[in-house]
């Protein structure tokens, strides 16, 4: 078992990782004072494998659990779901000492994070990430928001967490596509911020592959701990903290496009990163960068599937995104571990990387 601290001034927290966490919630959950009510977001598959642990916890620590359903996957980040879990808090006379329980993947820790933020002007939420996207990136810093058709995570709020535990244990229980998903988290941390990490996937990537626990357990503490270091500095998404989001401007777009229902998070941000790698090549930023990429994903089962959509359309998207300032906001690599966020990144040689990468003009 692993800790790591997420220093926020005058709020730390830890994100507890390892196996058997949710077994032993009991020990694992923080101090809650003047909690009365659980109330625990998950969606049906994701609560019938691991709300019953998680309760066991609760109640354990004088906590009633209650569990909300939503639905599974990004059609849980809608206002339909927002609003209907704010009535349900309502309807059971849920209070501000109480606490909300967000157990599943990256869009249900968003939209209880966002639902704790605002119900009653803001309850205390505990995090327990069950995917390896949720574990990696969605569940530290704080970020909770819920999706317009408009684009994604366009209204969102940042409510620390009180706590993350990610078990390990439930990773065996993720389905191939969703695990590599969450491999596409694993890589950017590795291109942007742990050049260790990244040398670890190039040399040998099938334990990661295979997830074996004992290697997760050092892989995910090692992006948490990435991350945590850029949150601790930079909360708000003001400064360092944008770095984070490498490969997620042309990611996010995808996602749009397939109106959150076509590549996965993991798969959108891997192409995000590869037209990023060319866009800095463009530039004159870096060289290779795309091949290594490339090579990288591959590896970790992470190659380009389908056809792109066209470029016009990618950057309809894309000026929706909240890193559009009169010109595209990019994360560009000046080269592996060596991050940095340009402004105003004119439409054409956007246009250029993106149809350089297969996106038709």
């Not at 730390?12 to 923080?30: F, K, N, R």
């Not at 009510?37 to 609560?47: P, Q, Y």
Request: proline share 5%; glycine share 10%; aromatic share 4%.
């Amino acid at each position: 078992m692993v800790r790591v601290t997420v220093a926020i001034p005058g709020r730390p927290y830890d994100v507890t990782i390892g196996s058997g966490l949710l077994e032993g919630s009991a020990d694992h959950l923080p101090e809650l004072p003047g909690a009365g009510g659980a109330f625990v977001i998950s969606d049906r598959d994701i609560a019938e494998r691991w709300f019953e642990p998680v309760a066991a916890g609760l109640t354990a620590r004088g906590l009633a659990p209650v569990l909300l359903t939503v639905p599974a996957g990004e059609e849980a980040k809608s206002l339909q779901s927002y609003e209907a879990l704010l009535r349900q808090l309502a309807g059971r006379e849920a209070h501000r000492s109480d606490v909300v329980v967000g157990l599943g993947g990256g869009a249900v820790g968003d939209l209880a994070g966002f639902v704790a933020a605002t119900y009653m002007r803001g309850l205390r939420v505990v995090q327990v990430p069950t995917t390896l996207t949720a574990q990696v990136d969605a569940a530290i810093g704080g970020k909770s928001a819920i999706n317009l058709p408009e684009g994604k995570n366009l209204v969102g709020a940042f409510h620390q967490p009180e706590a993350v535990l990610a078990d390990l244990d439930t990773l065996a229980t993720l389905d191939d596509r969703a695990y590599r998903s969450g491999l596409a988290e694993v890589a950017k941390v590795a291109l942007t911020l742990d050049e260790d990490l990244l040398a670890m996937l190039e040399d040998d990537p099938s334990p990661v592959v295979a997830r074996d626990t004992a290697v997760m357990e050092t892989v995910v503490a090692r992006c948490v701990a990435a991350k945590a270091n850029v949150v601790a500095v930079d909360e708000r998404d003001t400064g360092d903290r944008l770095i984070l989001n490498y490969g997620h401007t042309v990611g996010h777009a995808l996602e749009r496009l397939d109106s959150f229902a076509g590549r996965t998070h993991g798969e959108a941000v891997a192409i995000g990163m590869i037209a990023a790698a060319r866009l800095a090549e463009i530039r004159g930023l870096a060289a290779d960068l795309t091949s290594r990429t490339e090579r990288l994903l591959a590896s970790l089962g992470l190659t380009p599937d389908g056809a792109l959509p066209p470029t016009d359309d990618v950057l309809d998207a894309i000026r929706l995104d909240k890193k559009y300032r009169a010109g595209v906001r990019f994360v560009l690599l000046e080269g592996v571990g060596r991050p940095i966020v340009v402004d105003d990144v004119p439409d054409e040689e956007v246009r250029s990387a993106l149809e350089q990468i297969g996106a038709t003009g």
